[in-house]
């Protein structure tokens, strides 16, 4: 499988009505510009999107989202981070295959970004 599809599986996108792409474009750091969506539906469909359109005009969506997996990864606080804390083991896996994809994929920049990822993912 590919990672897309291990996204689609583990969250089941594929019963779900997503975000338009012009939503997401929009809307670059998925848990602050999006308060009323839930983190369990909101970051999958960022990871997605992300897979989808990351080398060529994702680059700030990648961004935000891979600081907002720092912050949840770094996070303590169960309700401040409820998408860690109720990720299956298949589901946690496919958020660290998802990071690793983006640093071998796309031109990541941020290095404080990336040792928290390395760190608490």
């Known amino acids: ?12 996108l594929k019963d779900v009505t997503l975000l338009s792409d012009e939503h997401i474009a929009n809307n670059s750091c998925p848990i602050f510009d999006n308060p009323g969506i839930p983190q ?23 961004d935000g989202l891979l600081s907002d997996l720092a912050f949840l990864g770094r996070t303590k606080n169960s309700q401040l981070a409820p998408f860690k804390y ?13 990071i690793e994809w983006c640093k071998s994929n796309l031109v990541l920049s941020d290095e404080v970004v990336l040792k928290r990822l390395q760190k608490y993912w």
């Open 1 to 12: 499988m590919n990672i897309d599809m291990d996204i689609i599986d583990a969250f089941n």
């Open 40 to 62: 369990e539906e909101l970051i999958p469909q960022y990871m997605l999107w992300v897979v989808k359109n990351g080398d060529h005009d994702g680059n700030l969506i990648c």
């Open 86 to 98: 109720n990720l299956t083991g298949r589901q946690l896996a496919v958020v660290i295959e998802f």
